[in-house]
């Protein structure tokens, strides 16, 4: 029986082709996971930043402060009543310019001067720091043309939450001056021009600017009443704070005895009034009586 020989030879190209074939797809899918975890890895990046970026938009819009000032119409000592009828244990603190504070000081002035004051108020939850305060106040006699001119700069390193700032719109020659003037009749105008600097806990510094006319003592024209700018800043040590008088540490009275005996007062005059009223109807209804009375007599002398 023969043999038969079945000689099988090897197909080298097929084997380096399935080889060459299996390496690049293996190549192919490393290089495919490769740029899908880059790719994940670049958007957890970015949901990184932009998480970061809420909680410090987030942490802005919680820190953000916005001061409102207003003008008020008070003498020191009215002041002080405030503080003590209201029970207000925060901070309020009367800043000057370069005049000092002989206005202040004086007991006179304190009770006899009705100044208008710019009140600034951090009615906020948050601190703020570096309350720069720059003021420029022009009083024009409008028949003369005359202009005094009084500047201030204060600055306070901390103003907490709920404390507040006064300072008076007119020095102490301008207010003499404004006083006689509307005695005399003489027209006259005072300007007001307030910038206020301030960062917030959320290293922003707001710029605020504040201006308003006064006409004669009496018409007031706001001119401006708003944020000039919002700017990121790194807060730094700024410039001395300035001296100040916080009316706290003026406060020497007991307040609920203070407070009751302004309540008494009230009261009293109150009862007065209400006496003096029924007083009066009293006597306007005795006085028609007596009119009736005397008319009825009359009529009945008549008819006789």
Known sequence: MEQI????DTDWVMFFAT??????????????????????????KQ????????????????????????IIV???????????????????????????????DDQKKQQNQIWRILHIENASNNNILDVNINTESHLANRNTDEIIRYKTENIVKLLRSRESIDIRLANQEQFENIMRMKQNGIPNELKFKSTIEYSTEANQRIKYSYIVRILNDWQIEIEKDEIES??????????????????QDYVTVNRAAYAWEIMGQSQTRGFMSLFNQ????????????????KETKNNKELQQ
């Open 47 to 70: 949901q990184q930043e932009q998480h970061k970026r809420e909680l410090e938009e987030q942490n802005r819009a919680n820190k953000f402060v916005t001061i409102k000032p207003v």
């Open 278 to 293: 029924f007083s009066t109807q009293q006597e306007i209804d005795s006085a028609d009586s007596n009119s009736e009375n």
């Open 5 to 8: 020989k079945v000689i099988m």
């Open 74 to 104: 008070s003498s020191i000592y009215n002041l002080f009543e405030k503080i003590i009828i209201q029970n207000d244990y925060n901070r309020e603190l009367f800043l000057s310019g370069a005049d000092g504070f002989d206005f202040f």
């Open 230 to 247: 919002i700017e990121d800043c790194e807060n730094e040590d700024s410039k001395n704070a300035t001296v100040f008088r916080n009316l």
């Open 19 to 44: 080889i060459s074939s299996g390496i690049l797809a293996a190549i192919a899918t490393l290089i495919a996971v490769m740029i899908s975890n880059q790719e994940t890895r670049k958007q957890l």
